[in-house]
């Protein structure tokens, strides 16, 4: 992770208490990821990192936008991210299993944050890529695209009746026991 070394924090020598960072990422940092969902997109990040004596609890605060093709209607478009994820670490010997609690040695001396940000980023992103484009100042959707999908779904249900009554498997075996 050397090459993402800006999001590395020193926590040790760090006084007990609240630290607030402020990182700016752009389309390099997905690039450092293998097979990453977003190639392209920039995200303001407040991040805050209340060191206990016994844990750190480490507050992600993002938002943004990706580079992405609308799933409605094709064209390319700025989808807005935000998101506020909370990640507990807590110091033990042995690395144990829990969803929510991130364990690390007492003695460990800094932490990165890139990987959990980029993986909150991610699980931000909507399953479908949409959003309201007609609160923008400029409508970006393809509204030619649009048209041409609505005039295909009414004209779909028709098509499928008359398939499904002319070639129907259902009327053939209808006829199979009535020898």
């Not at 926590?11 to 990182?23: A, P, R, S, T, V």
């Not at 609690?101 to 980023?121: D, F, K, M, S, W």
């Not at 992103?125 to 970006?140: G, S």
């Not at 030619?144 to 609505?150: A, P």
């Amino acid at each position: 992770m050397s090459h993402l070394r800006e999001f590395t924090i020193p926590i040790q020598g760090l006084k007990i208490g609240i630290h607030e960072y402020d990182f700016l990422i752009g389309n390099e940092f997905f690039t450092h990821f293998e097979d990453s969902p977003i190639e392209q997109g920039t995200f303001k990040v407040r991040f805050i990192l209340d060191l206990r004596e016994d844990m750190l609890v480490l507050t992600f605060d993002f938002e943004g936008s990706i580079k992405t093709d609308c799933d409605r209607c094709l064209v390319g478009i700025d989808l807005p991210i935000e998101g506020d994820e909370d990640l507990i670490i807590k110091y033990a010997e042995e690395s144990e299993e829990e969803i929510d609690i991130v364990y690390i040695e007492r003695g460990t001396a800094e932490l990165n944050v890139a990987t959990y940000l980029y993986e909150y980023i991610c699980l931000a992103m909507p399953v479908t890529n949409i959003y309201n484009c007609e609160d923008e100042p400029e409508n970006v959707c393809d509204l030619k695209m649009l048209d041409y999908l609505e005039n295909k779904l009414k004209e779909e249900p028709t098509e499928k009746k008359e398939d499904e009554s002319s070639n129907s498997p259902w009327d053939e075996l209808k006829n199979f026991n009535k020898d």
